[in-house]
């Protein structure tokens, strides 16, 4: 696992914004893709708790963002 894990890092750190954009769009197509398959019955609990994990993910992400955007500022 660990080594998964490293090959991961390895990864990131040769990519630019454009390729983890398409790894984002990737995995949100699976996402979509795996929610219209589920039954009528538990589409809402998971509705849920995917927008649940979409808020407790982006707001972190944004607020690093926008400390590193403020950061490109200021050296300016």
């Known amino acids: 696992m660990k080594r998964l894990f490293g090959y991961a890092n390895e990864y990131v750190r040769q ?3 454009k390729d983890l954009a ?3 769009f ?3 197509s ?3 893709l795996i ?3 589920l ?3 538990v589409r809402k609990p998971v509705v ?3 927008m649940g994990v979409f808020i407790a993910t982006y707001i972190p992400l944004i607020l690093k963002f926008l400390r590193i955007a403020g950061e ?3 050296e300016q």
Do not use: M, V
Request: proline fraction near 4%.
């Open 26 to 28: 990737c995995l949100c």
């Open 39 to 41: 039954p009528q019955k």
């Open 22 to 24: 398409l790894l984002k």
């Open 30 to 32: 699976a996402g979509i």
């Open 35 to 37: 929610g219209t398959a």
């Open 48 to 50: 849920f708790t995917a």
């Open 72 to 74: 490109g500022e200021k």
């Open 15 to 17: 990519s630019d914004w």
